[in-house]
């Protein structure tokens, strides 16, 4: 299987399990997640250990939902993966939808060595309340509370 075959298979798991993409994982990854501002969830990560953690942390706060087909372009051992998602705050039930991000991985032996995700998800996380992505509740008020859903 090419590295974008494999990338498809473990970045959109039919089923939702991450485990393939963990056991996917260099035991020397790097892992850049890059949400503008200060987000609980934005950093680097090295290690299988580090970033398995990461995505522990990331299944206790928030669950994805991808809202477009996702685009695959690479070339050798490397693969972009383009696409827009939309998550549900578990703290306050709230979802945040229109969420573009861009991540590049990098293959070595089938292994992802390094990943680097960018994500637009700032607006909904500033303390100016500026959300330009849509944040709804439960009851389905938009979403203003500027000291950070998560």
Not at 19 to 24: A, F, G, M, S, V
Not at 118 to 144: E, F, N, V
Request: glycine content about 10%; hydrophobic content about 35%.
């Amino acid at each position: 299987m090419d590295n974008i075959g494999l990338a498809k298979r473990l970045i959109d798991p039919p089923d939702g399990d991450w485990q393939p993409l963990l056991d996917h994982l260099a035991e020397d990854v790097v892992f850049n997640v890059t949400i503008p501002g200060d987000t609980p969830i934005s950093g680097e990560f090295r290690g299988r250990r580090a970033v398995t953690e990461h995505f522990a942390r990331l299944g206790y706060l928030l669950e994805f939902r991808q809202e477009r087909p996702m685009e695959f372009l690479g070339s050798g051992d490397h693969v972009v993966v383009l696409g827009r998602e939309s998550f549900l705050i578990k703290k306050n039930r709230a979802t945040v939808s229109g969420s573009e991000y861009a991540d590049v991985l990098d293959f070595r032996d089938g292994l992802i060595t390094a990943s680097s995700s960018s994500k637009t998800c700032r607006p909904w996380w500033t303390p100016t309340g500026a959300h330009s992505h849509r944040c709804t509740t439960p009851s389905g008020r938009t979403c203003r509370d500027g000291s950070g859903p998560l």
